[in-house]
């Protein structure tokens, strides 16, 4: 099998799960490892990379949440959760973590291939950041903003308050001028994948961040739509 093909951790307690999974995962061209539960996966994820990672919710111990929430405060690598039909509060609290997609158990395994297969195109088609953001002051056409405070100020004058949702498209599109980000690009980022593929969501954070930084909202200048596109952040931005 070749080395680049997509790797992927299959974590769950159960062996009659676990591993026919992976075996069906290498007969269709993936790398595929195996763990039975949280200490195992925590001491995977130190020594081996994964494209995604799919965890079962109910296990003894550190349940598929506990991790879901380790995983996502340390990697960005994509989770699709592995759940019971009655699980419904959980499969919203684990997208709200930050989970790409979930499946219910028991799971037809080529729906599982087609889920894996369309998380991993989205988070491939991602554009990366321009380089990692550890707590810095960012600079655009008078603005000043800090990601660790979380501040956001034009010209030494107050402090713009910014909803959590303000702070995490801003520190996106700061990330990232000049680039063409759709809306289920934006979604993705976010870890928003709850929302639905037509959810306006996004349209409204734009909005109301726009009533924050443009001069004219209803021009604006550097949060602009492309058409059939999505949005792309046209200011000059500067690290400092």
């Not at 991790?67 to 340390?74: D, G, I, N, V």
């Not at 039909?85 to 979930?102: F, N, P, S, W």
Request: overall charge neutral; hydrophobic content about 35%.
């Amino acid at each position: 099998m070749e080395e680049q093909a997509p790797h992927i951790l299959v974590v769950d307690d159960h062996r009659d799960i676990r591993d026919p999974l992976a075996q069906y995962l290498k007969k269709n061209g993936f790398r595929a490892m195996t763990a039975d539960g949280g200490a195992a996966l925590r001491q995977t994820v130190k020594s081996q990379a994964f494209d995604l990672i799919i965890l079962d919710i109910m296990m003894p111990g550190e349940d598929g949440l506990t991790l879901c929430r380790f995983l996502r405060e340390t990697t960005n690598t994509p989770i699709i959760l592995l759940t019971a039909v009655i699980e419904e509060t959980d499969k919203i609290i684990g997208l709200e973590m930050g989970a790409d997609d979930y499946v219910t158990k028991p799971f037809n395994p080529r729906e599982l291939l087609a889920r894996i297969k369309a998380v991993l195109r989205r988070s491939q088609s991602l554009p990366p950041q321009r380089e990692p953001r550890d707590g810095k002051h960012y600079h655009f056409n008078g603005w000043v903003f800090d990601t660790t405070t979380r501040q956001l100020c034009k010209d030494g004058g107050p402090d713009v308050g910014l909803s959590t949702g303000e702070f995490s498209l801003l520190s996106i599109f700061v990330d990232r001028p000049n680039m063409v980000l759709t809306r289920d690009q934006l979604i993705d980022l976010t870890r928003g994948r709850n929302a639905g593929p037509f959810d306006r969501a996004i349209d409204n954070q734009v909005s109301r961040l726009r009533k924050k930084i443009e001069e004219d909202p209803k021009s604006p200048m550097l949060i602009q739509t492309v058409w059939g596109g999505g949005y792309k952040f046209a200011g000059t931005v500067e690290q400092a």
